[in-house]
């Protein structure tokens, strides 16, 4: 319980971030004519921010089938993020991974990670994590399609910088030499250029396996 509430603790300083993505796609659900119930429950079944906003942009103009599978690439990045905490989690019931890796996110997986990384991770923080995010995504996504157009812009007042922030101050923690440091700045012009010439979200899966692939390189090429 202790290592859950660390957990639950460590959302805080995203909460800002989280409120105003989750206002702000309510406020885009509603807009489409869902209830606020609906809205609600697309976040707790889908529990993917980036996948529910391409998903209303679609949701008038295209059928199932599309949606789902551009959902499907956009959340292609969890086999990266799922392979990279697995070592973490062996020797775990089977159960226990399934709830893990249904509720993780962007951000619940970079505390869970940040944490590992420091020797301070467990089962019970990532848990935590995951429900902290939860909890202020799915409430705030009700308080958008509840309170609907009354909503201001969260991106007028700045808020929408949060996450790139918060991601950046978690990041700098985990380049521990130089191999790293390439690593994240290849990842960052593969995502820039990609970005220009992709379709969609590729970028974000090219960029990853890319930059991955050439971290995996400078660890057999650095001498023992």
Do not use: C
């Not at 993505?21 to 529990?47: D, I, N, T």
């Not at 970079?110 to 301070?120: T, V």
């Not at 949060?162 to 990842?187: E, M, Q």
Request: no cysteine; aromatic share 10%; hydrophobic share 60%.
């Amino acid at each position: 319980m202790s290592a859950f509430r660390r957990g639950l603790l460590a959302t805080l300083p995203l909460a800002p971030g989280v409120i105003a993505f989750g206002l702000l796609y309510g406020v885009m659900a509603r807009q489409l004519g869902f209830a606020p119930w609906e809205a609600v429950a697309m976040s707790v079944v889908v529990h993917a921010g980036s996948a529910q906003f391409v998903a209303l942009e679609m949701w008038n103009t295209a059928s199932a089938g599309p949606i789902i599978l551009t959902t499907l690439v956009v959340n292609l990045r969890h086999l990266l993020l799922g392979a990279s905490i697995a070592p973490y989690l062996r020797g775990l019931p089977a159960r226990w991974k399934a709830w893990l890796a249904l509720w993780m996110s962007d951000e619940s997986y970079a505390l869970a990670i940040a944490a590992y990384e420091a020797g301070q991770g467990s089962a019970g923080f990532f848990l935590g994590a995951n429900l902290g995010i939860g909890l202020l995504w799915w409430i705030s996504g009700g308080a958008g399609a509840w309170l609907g157009a009354a909503v201001p812009d969260p991106a007028a007042y700045g808020l929408d910088l949060v996450f790139p922030l918060a991601f950046i101050g978690l990041l700098i923690s985990f380049l521990k030499d130089r191999a790293h440091v390439a690593v994240a700045v290849l990842a960052g012009i593969l995502a820039l250029v990609g970005i220009q010439v992709l379709p969609g979200k590729w970028y974000v899966i090219v960029a990853g396996l890319a930059a991955s692939a050439a971290g995996l390189l400078l660890e057999k090429a650095a001498p023992s």
